[in-house]
């Protein structure tokens, strides 16, 4: 027994400790009687016994045995027990262990892959080094696996490529996991060639081209998606086995690059082929990852579903980075509803959670979301420690996006210390960042904060220009909290500018999009805003006011995101044709398609009947057009005005 380095059961025992002289019959006399000796403690409080030698006794009993020259034997004995049982757990056979049950064997499997690197043995280390990644995974030491499948690996060429193949694979995606993207990369290469010279199966070869893609997205920002997604449709299309891991590869990738909806479509796929296939631990992947792409798009509810059921199932499973992540979302969603003690405290428990791990992620996100946290409760330089401390998590293991978030945060934090120079060079930082790692989200994020620091300076220009670049992207991705945040922000500047009913309108259109969502309002915004308020109150009369108000509140997001965006449509340069068209100019097409009045048109675009008059003989003009009928019939044709 003293090949057992800490605790194990009789089923153990009964396998690796019998032969020679000890018989099958033999062994539980021999444990009872060494117990009975105090040689071995028991305890049995679990739901199975477990045992351990006293560490002089087991010390002690190593030497006899190789004394008696058996310790060869018995340590491939113990070798050849871890791998059988991980790879049970790994395939999830009857019978097969939970993640958390064989994660009490992490000593057991220490030591077997130790006897397999000094006893040459890279077929044994190998088979249990690729069968353990699961449990690796699941608790977050991507660190610890890389250095054992290292480890492994290192010990010659000889082994089948196929066995290769998939302990390259596995060392690529825990670097890719911590930021280690060159030797992703080239791991992930080399198990491509040696897949090719095993003449893996088609899925396998696929499986690991998606892993290649998400390497690419990761270290080069613009690259890589593509194929992910041509992974995802290919592996739908011939109902590949591996299809749950395109599209968690995919759903990460969207997520990452600030996508939330896109997001969302993949990992609501995941739940579903998950559930189809009965795989829990891609349920949980997928539950969480839906849970937070709805967050980004401000669905409070759905977000707080998936979130909730993706953390049981990971709990349940054992699965403790997948729990962490959820739970650190659920934090995410209190704070965005304005729990910030409740947030508070989900995040320091996650991120004393996460430390241990070793894993880079979790602890960068925790850490970014606690700062968020403490400076909406006001408190600017403890906010400032904890982004520093998530750039400098996030910058060394190369996630850019959680880097750009963290950057847009800090310079927050550093204005509300009142030192706005270092507040616009992190600005500028998390903006370069972010269109570096092609993150919309956090590109939109930083625009905005720029073109805050804009307006405080009396630039309107900029300020314009920065607010509603920031309302496109967030618009375009789906991020609906950042879409309320860009229409106060312009409310703001109308306020500026004397355009009282905008303003108004804009404020309405928020308000009633913050109330449906049920979204805080970010710390920059928490001052500013009310004055807005206070300002517009005292310059409008309180019915005009109302009346705007409630004009605003009756548009809903998209027409609210287009009555913002009016007069800045992109010029293509073409003077005839539906490409001509302003973005005003469709918006009066589409409604006069509708069949709606030159008045009624006017009053749902908060515009003269004289100027939908002009806005009409210019589309005439442009389409070649004499009537509203000819325009109707032109719009069935083509379906491109609008």
Not at 629 to 639: A, F, H, I, S
Request: charged residues 25%; aromatic residues 4%.
């Amino acid at each position: 027994m003293s090949v057992f380095p800490g605790s194990f059961g009789f089923p153990a025992v009964e396998e690796v400790c019998r032969g020679g002289e000890v018989g099958p019959d033999d062994v539980l006399d021999l444990l009872s009687g060494v117990i009975a000796k105090s040689l071995v403690a028991g305890n049995t409080t679990g739901r199975a016994a477990r045992y351990r030698l006293a560490e002089t006794v087991r010390l002690y009993a190593a030497l006899c045995l190789r004394a008696a020259g058996e310790a060869a034997d018995v340590g491939e004995r113990h070798a050849r027990w871890c791998m059988r049982i991980v790879e049970n757990a790994a395939e999830g056979g009857p019978g097969a262990p939970t993640l958390g049950e064989l994660d009490a064997e992490v000593d057991n499997v220490h030591a077997a892959l130790e006897w397999c690197v000094t006893h040459d043995r890279a077929d044994l280390g190998l088979r249990l080094a690729t069968a353990y990644v699961v449990v690796w995974r699941a608790a977050g030491r991507m660190a610890e696996a890389r250095e054992w499948l290292l480890r492994v690996l290192a010990m010659g060429e000889g082994e089948p490529a196929a066995l290769r193949a998939r302990a390259l694979y596995d060392a690529g995606f825990a670097a890719l996991l911590l930021g280690d993207f060159d030797a992703a990369r080239s791991h992930v290469e080399a198990s491509l060639a040696a897949s090719a010279e095993a003449a893996d199966p088609p899925s396998l070869v696929q499986r690991t081209k998606g892993l290649l893609a998400m390497v690419s997205t990761l270290s080069e920002g613009r690259g890589g998606v593509d194929e992910l997604e041509r992974r995802v449709e290919e592996a739908r299309a011939r109902d590949d086995p591996h299809l749950a891991e395109a599209l968690v590869g995919c759903g990460h990738a969207r997520l990452f690059r600030g996508e939330p909806v896109a997001a969302l479509a993949h990992f609501d796929e995941l739940v579903a082929v998950s559930r189809r296939r009965g795989n829990l631990a891609t349920l949980a992947t997928g539950l969480v990852g839906a849970g937070t792409a709805a967050l980004g798009q401000g669905d409070c509810r759905r977000a707080g579903d998936r979130l909730r059921e993706g953390i049981a199932v990971a709990t349940a499973t054992a699965d403790v980075h997948t729990e962490v992540i959820g739970r650190i979302s659920l934090a995410e969603l209190a704070r965005l509803t304005a729990d910030l003690e409740g947030a508070r405290g989900q995040l320091e428990e996650c991120l004393a959670r996460a430390g241990p791990m070793g894993a880079p992620y979790p602890v960068a996100l925790a850490r970014l979301g606690l700062a968020r946290t403490v400076l909406e409760q006001g408190h600017a330089e403890a906010a400032r420690r904890h982004f520093q401390e998530a750039l400098a998590v996030a910058g060394r293991a190369r996630l850019g996006h959680v880097e750009a978030a963290a950057l847009e945060g800090l310079g927050e934090a550093v204005l509300a210390l009142g030192d706005g120079r270092t507040a616009d060079e992190l600005f500028e930082r998390a903006l370069a960042v972010a269109r570096e790692c092609a993150e919309r989200t956090a590109t939109a994020r930083a625009t905005s904060a720029l073109a805050e620091r804009g307006r405080a300076r009396g630039d309107r220009a900029r300020a314009s220009a920065g607010h509603h670049d920031a309302l496109r992207v967030f618009h375009q991705v789906g991020a609906r909290p950042g879409v309320v945040d860009s229409l106060e922000a312009l409310g703001g500047l109308a306020l500026d500018g004397d355009s009282l009913a905008r303003a108004a309108r804009l404020f309405g259109a928020a308000a009633a999009m913050r109330d449906a969502g049920g979204w805080a309002r970010r710390a920059r915004a928490q001052d500013r805003h009310p004055a807005d308020l206070a300002r517009l109150q005292e310059r409008m009369g309180r019915q005009e006011l109302e009346e705007a108000w409630a004009a605003g509140a009756a548009l809903g997001g998209d027409q609210a995101v287009a009555y913002a965006s009016r007069g800045r449509g992109q010029r293509t340069g073409a003077t005839r044709g539906p490409e001509s068209l302003t973005r005003a100019e469709r918006e009066v097409v589409a409604l006069a398609v509708e069949r709606l009045t030159t008045d009624e048109i006017a009053g749902r675009l908060f515009i003269s009947p004289r100027t939908v008059h002009s806005h009409l003989r210019r589309v005439y003009a442009k389409l070649g057009v004499t009537s509203r009928r000819e325009l109707r019939e032109r719009t069935v044709g083509d379906r491109t005005p609008g």
